[in-house]
């Protein structure tokens, strides 16, 4: 289980103290922390407003890291990621975190630790990968669900573009969870999540919303 002791000494062995330091809100740090967890230990970093309905282990199998963009606009969710240990494009996520805090330390958390910064790094990931030959290949992939393919459904079956009209919450999230049947409404999503949004309340009293 992480505290926040924990995920302050995982920082300073990772040389990544001073950075958690300089981000002056919880969600920032905490977007932080799951990056260094991931690079430390892999494994898979969820939000707490995830339900998952099965295993996981045929939507991962063969990849390095699995992501899943939110919506139409190709925003990929840091509320769910899969990694192996070590994936090199986490210490690019960190030092992406690094120069936008130095830069631009008021700018929000979609910029600085969330959505915006991480599908900055996945496309000039991508875009890398790309440009290497067949024997510079690594093995370090990244698989992406993507919203264009309705891959991204197998996690995000109540996606960002739902939540424009409010109504969709009730019918697509609430109604299912308070009934506790999320799972047989979406039998081929392995996870929900519901966007509960349980971390802005605080981050608005933070930057005086």
Known sequence: MW????????AKELNYLDLMNKLPERIKKIDLSRYLILLKHGGIVTDVDFESFKPIDSLIQGHSAVLAEENADQSINCAWIASIPQHPIWTNVLNEISKRQLKEPNRGVMYITGPRMLTYVSEEWERARWEMTSDQDD???????????????LLYPYH?????????REIMSSSCSEEN????????????????ATWYDHYKIEINL
């Open 181 to 196: 049947n999320c799972a047989k409404k979406y039998p081929n999503s392995y996870a929900m999540h519901h966007f509960a």
């Open 160 to 168: 960002a573009d739902h939540m424009g009209d409010k109504n969709n």
């Open 3 to 10: 505290d926040e002791s924990s995920l302050i000494n995982l």
């Open 139 to 153: 093995g370090y992939d990244i698989y992406i669900l993507r919203h264009a393919s309705r891959d991204n459904r």
